[in-house]
């Protein structure tokens, strides 16, 4: 079974991803960012038999308005406080998608306004994809980040801000599901028919 997760219900299409029976969808409400990966690990502990892969969505912020939309694959994600203080790449990050590119991504601690250091790293930013990705090295279960940007850094800073949100969350969900239909599906099929194809996750 695919474990499906994210933090709040109300940033994917809850109804759309609700009629796959291989699909167990798993929505957190976490606002600590570390222990939001320490219940993923604690998910996969207590069902070691029956996820056989991960796939974590979730939205991000991005430097450029026009990333707005876009939706990445993780391969490194950073950690930033007032530098960056560590970092960590998917343990499958050699796995990437044709129809959407891979980047890496900047988590941080704090909602606040990025210092242009920051953009030295990465593009993107978010405040829990770090620790999801220190997860994926702790388990054999392969682990995905799926990043969608929803917003531009001025977004939190704009007295109308909840309005533009949630457009940019319906926009970008049209994108999220054309790559879980044209993809992902294939991608999960291959992965779960094929031995061959399954063991490269497992080396």
Known sequence: MLLLL??????????FFSQYKFLDIKILNEKKWNI????????????????????????CGAKDPSFVWNIYKIDRTFLFYQDIIDNQRFKNWKFGFDTIPNLNIVTKFKIDENPAKLYDFAEIFDLE??????????????????????????????????????????????????FWEEEFLDFYKLFIENKDFRKKFYI
């Not at 994210?6 to 109804?15: G, L, M, S």
């Not at 702790?138 to 949100?165: C, H, R």
């Open 6 to 15: 994210v933090n709040y219900k109300n940033e994917i299409d809850y109804d």
């Open 36 to 59: 939001f990966g320490l219940k993923l690990l604690k998910l996969l502990i207590e069902n070691k038999n029956k996820y056989d892969m991960v796939l974590h969505f979730w939205l």
């Open 129 to 178: 994809t770090f620790w999801v990705s220190q997860i994926s090295n702790q388990t054999l279960t392969p682990i995905f980040g799926i990043k969608w940007v929803s917003d531009a850094n001025d977004i939190f800073w704009k007295e109308n801000f909840v309005e533009e949100l949630k457009y940019n969350i319906q926009k970008v969900n049209l994108n999220l599901k054309q």
